[in-house]
């Protein structure tokens, strides 16, 4: 996920774990991990009690690694929630939320093994909530027990998204601790108006090309890193800039292992605005750094990633990018 959308989804998190920790049931039966997932999966928080945890910057980063999270998912299950034996009560199926802007942009198929291993035998309830049009429904029911859509990406939309998490948290924590129910799901008929469960016929989608593509970009004037968001125009053929994102200093290190899919220059129409400065120009240098210029371009520049002076020839104020590097 990227883009504003990350601040409502920070912003829905803490709102979750403060309403989760006024609630005394919650507190006492309600253990919390979070697993994100963009260029590759990482556990933000481990498995801890509500009282542990701090919600870190979720960060702006492109890519779907949905393969990996479901993996990195089922090993900290494996790792974490300790199953029942004859002497002992086991800790209470998850509850797994899974929430995703896009389509996976990693292979898919290696995870086949991880996914199954939590459902035969069953070892967490898995929801997947889709944000946006970019999400592939059918794909996502195959690897989820429900599918829920929530259509708008907006503060309003995220939010209510977190009010109905944070409802179906409390109301798992009833059920646990009563005792003849049994946590085995959640109550659907809950959900708020900006929430759809998709169908399990959903068909999955066959134009494969990805919905959106990433360009990674530096400002030349102010020499900060930043993200080109595109969107596909899928009867064109061609990405279309939406927006771009700053990428946080701290992040310039990560931002160097991006591994995003090569794009033919021919696909993008144009650079978008320049997120620092607000130039609307862009170049490439043959070092491959991607900048932004201002438009009409100079006569020369430098370039911000290897410092040798590139000339423009008058027609250059075009954007070309051979590919996006990894
Ligand atoms: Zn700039
Ligand atoms: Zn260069």
Redesign the pocket.
Known sequence: MIGDGIRDVENGLNEFLSTLRKDPRCLESVWISIITFNSNAKQLIPLSELTDINIPSLGVQPGTAMGAAYQLLTQCIHNEVSRGTPHQKGDWRPLVFVITDGQPTDDFSKSTAAINSLTNPRVANVYAIGCGEDVDFGQLNEISDIVLKLDSLDPDGIRKLFVWLTASVQTASIEVQSTEASPDGINLSKLPAELVKVEKSAPRRTDQRPRQVFVKATCSVKQKPYLMRYKLVPEAGYYQPVKSHPLKDDQQGESQSFQLPPISSDLLAGPAQCPYCGNNGGGV???G?IFCVESPPPASME?P??H?NIPFSPDSGSFTIQQSEG
């Open positions: 240098c043959t070092c750094q370039c990633g290897c040798q």
